[in-house]
């Protein structure tokens, strides 16, 4: 009963922490959606007025050749991404202890974004209409999932040091909450994963 209460009590005060940081970071948040739109459409304009492939692989920090090697639905794969997702959710986690470490959050945010759109040009500019299915149905909306989780775990982190900061707060449920956001972000790369598999997809977003 005890553990009951305490999982009941954690699961309410979580939803009104939510609910209450997303109101009080409007602003922020509206700011960081546009960047990351900006993002997006940079890199789509990217991608397609470039003329050397090769250049656009080397903007992601990795080679066209394993980005389309057809690995993604791999175990292998799925842990690289999990591994990439842990330190992007260790980030985020360290950047909303001050918010004066906004701009560099936005910096992390921006630049998923940004790779977002330049990877899924890429997809369509080399595999045509023949990616339309992966690229819309699996790709898409998961990629645009794990970043909505990054940017609300941030500003709702954000709220919840606020506010221990003003009145005093458990660790735990900060760290509960990190736990969740990392859950949250891995059953989506789960998901990517098992879809593309069904789907034979070759390729996929490693950001």
């Given at each position: 009963?005890?553990?009951?209460?305490?999982?009941?009590?954690?699961?309410?005060?979580?939803?009104?922490?939510?609910?209450?940081?997303?109101?009080?970071?409007?602003?922020?948040?509206?700011?960081?959606?546009?960047?990351?739109?900006?993002?997006?459409?940079?890199?789509?304009?990217?991608?397609?007025?470039?003329?050397?492939?090769?250049?656009?692989?080397?903007?992601?920090?990795?080679s066209l050749?394993?980005?389309?090697?057809?690995?993604?639905?791999?175990?292998?794969?799925?842990?690289?991404?999990?591994?990439?997702?842990?330190?992007?959710?260790?980030?985020?986690?360290?950047?909303?202890?001050?918010?004066?470490?906004?701009?560099?959050?936005?910096?992390?945010?921006?630049?998923?974004?940004?790779?977002?759109?330049?990877?899924?040009?890429?997809?369509?500019?080399?595999?045509?209409?023949?990616?339309?299915?992966?690229?819309?149905?699996?790709?898409?909306?998961?990629?645009?999932?794990?970043?909505?989780?990054?940017?609300?775990?941030?500003?709702?982190?954000?709220?919840?040091?606020?506010?221990?900061?003003?009145?005093?707060?458990?660790?735990?449920?900060?760290?509960?909450?990190?736990?969740?956001?990392?859950?949250?972000?891995?059953?989506?790369?789960?998901?990517?994963?098992?879809?593309?598999?069904?789907l034979n997809?070759?390729?996929?977003?490693?950001?």
């Open positions: 009963m005890v553990k009951s209460y305490k999982s009941h009590s954690f699961i309410n005060g979580l939803k009104f922490s939510c609910s209450n940081a997303i109101k009080q970071n409007k602003i922020k948040l509206i700011l960081t959606l546009a960047l990351v739109l900006v993002a997006i459409f940079t890199g789509v304009f990217v991608a397609i007025k470039s003329n050397n492939s090769h250049s656009l692989g080397q903007l992601q920090e990795i050749g394993d980005f389309y090697s057809g690995v993604a639905a791999s175990s292998s794969a799925f842990f690289s991404r999990t591994i990439s997702l842990l330190v992007n959710v260790v980030l985020i986690a360290l950047l909303s202890f001050s918010v004066f470490l906004f701009p560099i959050a936005e910096v992390l945010f921006v630049y998923r974004g940004y790779l977002f759109g330049l990877n899924f040009t890429l997809i369509f500019i080399m595999y045509g209409m023949g990616s339309i299915i992966t690229a819309i149905v699996v790709i898409l909306p998961c990629q645009l999932l794990t970043l909505g989780v990054l940017i609300l775990g941030y500003i709702i982190l954000q709220r919840l040091n606020a506010n221990c900061k003003k009145f005093g707060g458990s660790e735990s449920n900060r760290f509960l909450f990190v736990l969740l956001m990392f859950l949250l972000v891995v059953l989506i790369n789960l998901l990517e994963t098992l879809l593309l598999f069904m997809g070759k390729v996929i977003l490693v950001i």
